[in-house]
């Protein structure tokens, strides 16, 4: 059983407005979230996290928000790019106690469309 | 060279085949990972290795046989490979107690033939 879930395979978007990702988890030690973001031919690289005594963490056009009562983060990009184009994973941490090891989800294509 | 490298970037091997994929980490990290993507699942964790020890084995069969000799390197063993084992091998690294935040490699698109 996934521990943790993206639901939607695949996002479209016009250029200029906000691009929306979703991510749910089931396990409650999970204590720190990560999103990656993946191009054609490369590994997935490293975009924002948060921390679960956090709810909102910004990064210049992008901000994740986790309601850790309802076992969901989100990614915002906005304005998305034609350049965001890309699959974007959600991954969480069970911390120390877990090994560190992250649990990713099955990624989210995004398509920014000029 | 910067960053996380594997080579080959594609492979195709018959079910008999032995063949290693390499993975070579320029970071100072201590803490390397081989992780499975296939089509439209979620990345799977398959070993971890953590100052060159293995820490981790998550189920993965004997046909996959990983190698750690520093710390900079990484190796995964191939032999007697089936058409399901197809698949991007990804190979990450991090540092041991911050190791959240991993840094991939481009891949190795693998093709079993």
């Known amino acids: 059983d996934q521990q943790v879930k993206q639901n939607s395979p695949s996002l479209s978007v016009q250029e200029g407005r906000i691009s929306i990702l979703n991510c749910d988890y089931t396990?409650?030690?999970?204590?720190?979230f990560l999103w990656y973001k993946k191009y054609p031919a490369e590994g997935p690289t490293f975009l924002i996290s948060?921390?679960?005594?956090?709810d909102k963490n910004e990064d210049g056009r992008f901000t994740v928000f986790l309601n850790k009562s309802a076992k969901h983060l989100s990614l915002h990009i906005v304005p998305s790019q034609p350049g965001d184009s890309a699959v974007y994973f959600c991954?969480?941490?069970?911390?120390?106690?877990?090994?560190?090891?992250?649990?990713f989800g099955a990624g989210t294509i995004l398509r920014v469309k000029s | 060279e910067t960053g996380v490298t594997q080579t080959p970037r594609h492979l195709v091997m018959g079910m008999t085949n032995k063949k290693s994929l390499k993975c070579e980490q320029h970071?100072?990290?201590?803490?390397m990972y081989w992780y499975k993507q296939s089509a439209k699942k979620p990345l799977e964790l398959m070993f971890v290795?953590?100052?060159?020890?293995?820490?981790e084995n998550n189920s993965v069969p004997s046909r996959f046989s990983p190698e750690c000799p520093n710390s900079s390197h990484l190796f995964l063993h191939l032999h007697t490979l089936q058409p399901e084992d197809s698949a991007l091998y990804l190979c990450?690294?991090?540092?041991?107690?911050?190791?959240?935040?991993?840094?991939f490699g481009p891949g190795t698109r693998l093709t079993v033939t």
């Open positions: 970071l100072g990290h201590n803490a």
């Open positions: 290795y953590s100052l060159e020890e293995r820490v």
């Open positions: 990450a690294s991090g540092l041991r107690d911050r190791d959240y935040e991993q840094y």
């Open positions: 948060i921390s679960s005594i956090k």
């Open positions: 396990n409650s030690m999970f204590d720190y």
């Open positions: 991954a969480a941490s069970g911390g120390m106690e877990y090994g560190n090891k992250l649990v």
